[in-house]
């Protein structure tokens, strides 16, 4: 119950981290602020005579204002392509007696450790406690891709 608690917890952030960071775009928010405003600037130095500092300022705009855009949809990409697999943690159970080789696996709970004995009997000599005797987690291996 805990382990779904957390899976699901990991899964809500990794969705979260779909979104652009707020940080990002707040830069990207001020450059396109102050692209607009060259621009502007650029349209009242134009009116006023000064063709070439209109110029200038209309260059430094437009190229601000599309780096900011290009920016933005290049991050949206990016965190859109972010995934997170939680991988499962699994526990290893055995009995105790030595000539008993039962073995179970299971997920893990909340409190498992290695050499905790378990007040769960055996299957096969049920008067024998089980031992947990290792937790690991399961890696996938990931799909090989070839180029053709």
Not at 123 to 130: D, H, I, N, S, V
């Amino acid at each position: 119950m805990r382990m779904k608690n957390m899976a699901q917890n990991q899964t809500q952030s990794a969705s979260t981290n779909k979104k652009i960071s707020t940080y990002l775009t707040l830069i990207v928010l001020i450059v396109m602020a102050l692209a607009i405003t060259a621009l502007l600037i650029a349209g009242e130095t134009y009116l006023a005579g000064d063709q070439l500092a209109a110029g200038v300022l209309a260059g430094i705009g437009l190229i601000a204002l599309t780096l900011s855009v290009f920016l933005l949809y290049q991050s949206k990409l990016q965190s859109a392509q972010v995934k997170i697999e939680v991988p499962k943690v699994m526990t290893t159970i055995e009995c105790t007696n030595k000539a008993c080789t039962t073995k179970t696996v299971r997920e893990f709970q909340r409190g498992d450790y290695v050499y905790k004995e378990l007040d769960i009997p055996c299957q096969k000599c049920p008067t024998t406690k089980q031992m947990i005797t290792g937790i690991y987690k399961e890696i996938k291996e990931k799909e090989k891709t070839y180029n053709v």
